[in-house]
């Protein structure tokens, strides 16, 4: 298993790498592209949540 790391960008979403199962707010597994990392929404305005979409670029995330 490799180690997991989660960065918080600046003015962007937070990268997820390393195995690390997600899931959604019931329990269900969310798929992900195994042994790629990924980005999740911290603008609250991606139209494919959790995942980011690059909005924040659109809307001057900060």
């Known amino acids: 298993m490799s180690e997991v790391k989660i960065t918080i ?3 962007g979403p937070c990268k997820v ?6 899931c959604d707010h019931e329990g269900n597994l969310v798929e992900t592209r195994e042994g790629k990392p990924f980005f999740l929404c911290r603008c609250g305005q991606s139209a494919n949540k959790p995942f980011c979409d690059g909005t924040h670029n659109e809307i001057s995330f900060l």
């Open 17 to 22: 790498e390393g195995d690390v199962e997600l």
């Open 9 to 11: 960008t600046k003015t």
